[in-house]
């Protein structure tokens, strides 16, 4: 079973709430990814990691930050929630070379 | 532009019987290819993963396809049980980047009937 942990699993808020969704993973992975998936869509990368002090954009404009400061932990935070930001969250790892990726549970996301 | 196509959109067998998955893809320089079962509100797991070299891989019930040259990949899934039911996936990795980039399909949607 992979090591890769999010938190939390299903998290609703006010408008205008800033928030931070965890993700840690202990299999000393240097690449890490944000992915934002709808209902019955596919992923969508809006942040990746090469290592630490290392973060790129992905390909789905987002609103949202993130930071490398560890290897192992890779927080995502929405500074101001919209309900347009209202979606499933995916972190992923992957070893150098991308043959292994692991996916966490997920974060469910509902702005109201 | 990297693309992952994948077909059927969504499927509906009976439990016991056989199905087939397809993708296609465009991504280039290629690395590698996984197939992805995601169980609805939960993370994607990964069933198979195949580099430009293989052409078949199994996971107990799951069998994956690869051809490089027509760039097509298919998922067999023999004697369906009601657990599989769910979105399966089709990642494409490229190597054109230190990265390794991963493509996703939008995945087809498996139901499983009794």
């Known amino acids: 079973e992979a090591d890769i942990y999010q938190t939390p699993r299903y998290l609703v808020i006010g408008t205008g709430k800033k928030i931070t969704l965890e993700c840690s993973q202990t299999?000393?992975?240097?690449?890490m990814y944000w992915y934002q998936q709808d209902p019955g869509m596919e992923l969508h990368l809006i942040h990746y990691s090469y290592g630490v002090n290392s973060t790129e954009k992905g390909d789905l404009s987002s609103e949202s930050t993130v930071s490398r400061i560890r290897t192992e932990h890779f927080p995502l935070t929405l500074e101001s929630a919209r309900p347009s930001h209202t979606s499933q969250y995916l972190c992923?790892?992957?070893?150098?070379?991308?043959?292994?990726?692991?996916f966490g549970q997920g974060t469910r996301l509902t702005v109201v | 532009k990297n693309q992952v196509e994948q077909s059927p959109q969504s499927l509906i067998i009976l439990e016991g019987k056989n199905c087939t998955l397809q993708c296609n893809y465009t991504v280039s320089p290629f690395s590698n290819l996984r197939w992805y079962k995601q169980d609805t509100g939960r993370g994607p797991v990964s069933l198979t993963i195949m580099t430009f070299s293989e052409n078949t891989k199994s996971n107990g019930r799951y069998t994956a396809t690869l051809d490089a040259d027509t760039k097509q990949s298919s998922l067999h899934i023999t004697a369906s049980q009601l657990s599989d039911s769910a979105s399966y996936i089709c990642v494409v990795s490229d190597r054109g980047s230190t990265l390794g980039r991963l493509y996703f399909g939008r995945g087809t949607q498996l139901t499983v009937w009794p």
């Open positions: 299999m000393g992975h240097d690449k």
């Open positions: 992923a790892s992957s070893d150098r070379g991308g043959t292994e990726a692991f």
